[in-house]
């Protein structure tokens, strides 16, 4: 095992994969701030959204330092970070089936989501994914992410994340 490298961190995926509680865990372990793309996409967590210009201009300024790790899925948010970034964890599920199960067993894990929010939750990532309805023409996560290929690593499933985790310094 090497010391761990890298000083600024982006990690993406799918929701419900895991990535805050990875955000979380690699933070503690290499002890480099952590924030998500959440609280910039959101006034209120959840319920009220941010103005798009200000929350790019807000997560800028994270980007602009020297260490960070940024965990979301928000493409507008990470897009800054593409290029900044030292490394970028894809986190991501291979069959929505998974996806599916991860993000109904955390819905009733939660107090505050409803199951309105869990039908549009699972709604909105099963448009995203077969890119039907929204958002046709806009470019996917991992188009995105070609440019920038040599810096990610893939990882799909959480014997793949705990694996990685145990491997750093």
């Given at each position: 095992?090497?010391?761990?490298?890298?000083?600024?961190?982006?990690?993406?995926?799918?929701?419900?994969r895991?990535?805050?509680?990875?955000?979380?865990?690699?933070?503690?372990?290499?002890?480099?701030?952590?924030?998500?793309?959440?609280?910039?996409?959101?006034?209120?967590?959840?319920?009220?959204?941010?103005?798009?210009?200000?929350?790019?201009?807000?997560?800028?300024?994270?980007?602009?330092?020297?260490?960070?790790?940024?965990?979301?899925?928000?493409?507008?948010?990470?897009q800054g970070?593409?290029?900044?970034?030292?490394?970028?964890?894809?986190?991501?599920?291979?069959?929505?089936i998974g996806q599916?199960?991860?993000?109904?067993?955390?819905?009733?894990?939660?107090?505050?989501?409803?199951?309105?929010?869990?039908?549009?939750?699972?709604?909105?990532?099963?448009?995203?994914?077969?890119?039907?309805?929204?958002?046709?023409?806009?470019?996917s996560l991992?188009e995105?992410?070609?440019?920038?290929?040599?810096?990610?690593?893939?990882?799909?499933?959480?014997?793949?994340?705990?694996?990685?985790?145990?491997?750093?310094?």
């Open positions: 095992m090497e010391t761990y490298k890298y000083k600024k961190i982006l990690i993406l995926g799918d929701a419900g895991g990535k805050t509680t990875f955000a979380e865990k690699l933070s503690k372990k290499v002890s480099i701030p952590l924030h998500s793309t959440d609280d910039f996409y959101y006034k209120i967590k959840y319920t009220e959204l941010n103005d798009k210009e200000k929350s790019v201009e807000e997560i800028g300024r994270i980007y602009s330092q020297s260490e960070w790790i940024v965990e979301g899925s928000t493409r507008r948010l990470a970070g593409l290029e900044k970034s030292d490394i970028i964890y894809l986190l991501g599920f291979k069959h929505i599916y199960y991860f993000l109904i067993r955390r819905h009733f894990r939660r107090d505050n989501e409803s199951l309105l929010g869990l039908w549009q939750l699972l709604r909105h990532i099963t448009l995203k994914r077969y890119k039907k309805g929204y958002d046709n023409y806009a470019p991992h995105l992410l070609e440019p920038y290929k040599e810096k990610i690593i893939k990882l799909n499933s959480l014997k793949e994340i705990h694996k990685h985790l145990e491997s750093i310094k």
